[in-house]
Structure formats: structure tokens, C-alpha cells
T-cell receptor, first 114, second 112 residues
Framework: EAGVTQFPSHSVIEKGQTVTLRCDPISGHDNLYWYRRVMGKEIKFLLHFVKESKQDESGMPNNRFLAERTGGTYSTLKVQPAELEDSGVYFC????????????FGNGTRLTVT | GNSVTQMEGPVTLSEEAFLTINCTYTATGYPSLFWYVQYPGEGLQLLLKATKADDKGSNKGFEATYRKETTSFHLEKGSVQVSDSAVYFCALLIQGAQKLVFGQGTRLTINP
């Protein structure tokens, strides 16, 4: 089975520009998560979708970040306008169920804002 | 709140050395504990987990025991290999919650 795929793998943009990250979860996985690791620190939760609905978006840093999952399949995370502190690695993960269902992570998107 | 504290890295060892990466946690509930590994150029992979006190998770020669009395989940391996070079993350999941809480990661380099 195909794993979680993320696109692009790397993105370099200037401060003030817009970037959209995409995540394709494993087929059939209703749960989709976004996490972020900033500057070698801990990986932090951003939000959780169940199908197309946002179950928990308590980790979204501010209103410059917009996540969508139209149709309950792939998800996008848009940063507009990007700031320097948004640089980091953005991970997407999916799972079939909740609780202790294993999370399958993508390879991440490395975002650099200059 | 819930948090995970990991041993500061980077850690550099010679092949066949003994490895310990310390991990302690603070949790308001009763967590499940995990170790994830990120090999160069790859995503996070679950290495092992433990869901209750005194459980031992193990995989690929790595082990970690859930110690409730010391709130710890230290990762150990008796003889490391060059292929173990990676970043290791300790994490917890509170029952009923759906978000992992990660430590800051420990970069491990094994020299031949």
C-alpha cells in the first residue's frame, strides 16, 4: 500500500509570500494530522481532521495558517503570509482509527522562509 | 500540562557500543508512550510503544520500559550499528486525546 505522501519535499519562499503544502493520506484513513518541527525543537501538533471535519485545531499557531480537507481525502495547509518563524518541517500523518491506532507519517515538507 | 523531555543530543557512539537515550514525561492522564525514529531523508516511523506501567516495548534490538514510578521511558540497545544513525523522538499519547506530544528529538550518529 502507498504510504502518506507530502508535496513538495522542500520549499523556499520569501517572507510575505504564500505557500501551500499538500498531504495525501493512506487510502481509507479517515484521520489526518498535521505536525510541525521548528528549528530542531520538539514536534508539535497543529490539527486533526476526521474525514473533512476539523476535530481539533488547537495547535494552529495563528490565523495565517489555513488547513483544508475537502472531500475527506487529501489535505492542504496554506501559510499566508509566511513569516521567518514559520520555517521548519511540516509532517502529515494518517490513521485508520483513533486512540492507539498507529500513525503513519509522511516524509515531511521542509519549509524555509527567507 | 503534558510534556516530554529527552536527553540532549547529538549523541555519537562507536559501532557495537551500548546506547541509552533518556526520556521522562509529565502527564495529566494515563499515557501511552512511544519511540519514533526518523532515518535520513525519511519520515517518522514508530519504533516501539508501551501502553501501561511496566510494559516493555521492543523492536530491532531496541527496548524501552514504561516506568510509572520514575515517569520514564528510556530507550536502550545493547549493540548499535551504523544503520541506527537517525533522530529519535520520545512521545506520549493521553487516553482519549488524539494528539501525540513529542520530545525535542535526539540525533544519534554511529561511527564504524
Amino acid at each position: 500500500e502507498a504510504g502518506v505522501t507530502q508535496f513538495p519535499s522542500h520549499s523556499v519562499i520569501e517572507k510575505g509570500q504564500t505557500v501551500t503544502l499538500r498531504c495525501d493520506p493512506i487510502s481509507g484513513h479517515d484521520n489526518l494530522y498535521w505536525y510541525r518541527r521548528v528549528m530542531g525543537k520538539e514536534i508539535k501538533f497543529l490539527l486533526h481532521f476526521v474525514k473533512e471535519s476539523k476535530q481539533d485545531e488547537s495547535g494552529m499557531p495563528n490565523n495565517r495558517f489555513l488547513a483544508e480537507r475537502t472531500g475527506g481525502t487529501y489535505s492542504t495547509l496554506k501559510v499566508q503570509p509566511a513569516e521567518l518563524e514559520d520555517s521548519g518541517v511540516y509532517f502529515c500523518a494518517s490513521s485508520q482509527g483513533q486512540g492507539n491506532s498507529p500513525l503513519h507519517f509522511g516524509n515531511g515538507t521542509r519549509l524555509t522562509v527567507t | 500540562g503534558n510534556s516530554v523531555t529527552q536527553m540532549e543530543g547529538p549523541v555519537t557512539l562507536s559501532e557495537e557500543a551500548f546506547l541509552t537515550i533518556n526520556c521522562t514525561y509529565t502527564a495529566t492522564g494515563y499515557p501511552s508512550l512511544f519511540w519514533y525514529v526518523q532515518y535520513p531523508g525519511e519520515g517518522l516511523q514508530l519504533l516501539l510503544k508501551a501502553t501501561k506501567a511496566d510494559d516493555k516495548g521492543s523492536n530491532k534490538g531496541f527496548e524501552a520500559t514504561y516506568r510509572k514510578e520514575t515517569t520514564s521511558f528510556h530507550l536502550e540497545k545493547g549493540s548499535v550499528q551504523v544503520s541506527d544513525s537517525a533522530v529519535y523522538f520520545c512521545a506520549l499519547l493521553i487516553q482519549g486525546a488524539q494528539k501525540l506530544v513529542f520530545g525535542q528529538g535526539t540525533r544519534l550518529t554511529i561511527n564504524p
